[in-house]
């Protein structure tokens, strides 16, 4: 018995383990987690990346400057400069797992009475708070280089692999 109850302790934490993060568009899932791009000009864009859970800002921020990396890749600039970034966190910091209970008593006719004991867990990722990152950036090839710019071949080297 006590292995029993060992080895669904270790499976609802498993299950609780926040995944890593996944890079592609916000639009392929429900969950509204990835990134999203607008381009305003040529070399303009607005950028943003949704994560979930814990630490989420750091994720989210290494994400949306992956993203305005590749843009910039993609449309043949050497590096971007930022000229507006904003953080914004929606929900509530909770646990995913919940655990609940109640105990009824009740009488009958005739003096019978019962009692009843009810346990239950919820398990919701969907209760994790979600931070988005958004990033306007210009981009740019060849000198000058601003002195706040990122450099495209480097962000790209350094960002994380989904």
């Known amino acids: 018995m006590r292995l029993i109850l060992i080895l669904a302790a270790t499976s609802l934490l498993a299950a609780c383990a926040t995944p890593p993060p996944a890079y592609g568009p916000a639009s392929l899932n429900n969950s509204g987690i990835g990134y999203?791009?607008?381009?305003?000009?040529?070399?303009?864009?607005?950028?943003s990346y949704t994560a979930r859970g814990r630490g989420a800002e750091l994720e989210a921020e290494q994400l949306a400057l992956r993203r305005a990396a590749d843009l910039a890749q993609r449309n043949g600039f050497e590096w971007f400069e930022i000229v507006d970034r904003r953080t914004q966190t929606e929900g509530e910091e909770r646990s995913p797992v919940r655990v609940g209970g109640s105990i009824s008593r009740g009488w009958g006719s005739g003096g019978f009475s019962g009692t009843g004991v009810g346990i239950g867990?919820?398990?919701?990722?969907?209760?994790?708070?979600t931070t988005t990152a958004t990033l306007e950036v210009i981009a740019g090839s060849g000198e000058p280089i601003p002195d706040n710019a990122y450099n495209v071949a480097e962000i790209l080297m350094q960002a994380p692999k989904p």
């Open 36 to 47: 999203d791009d607008v381009r305003i000009e040529n070399d303009r864009w607005r950028v």
């Open 121 to 129: 867990v919820s398990i919701s990722p969907q209760a994790q708070p």
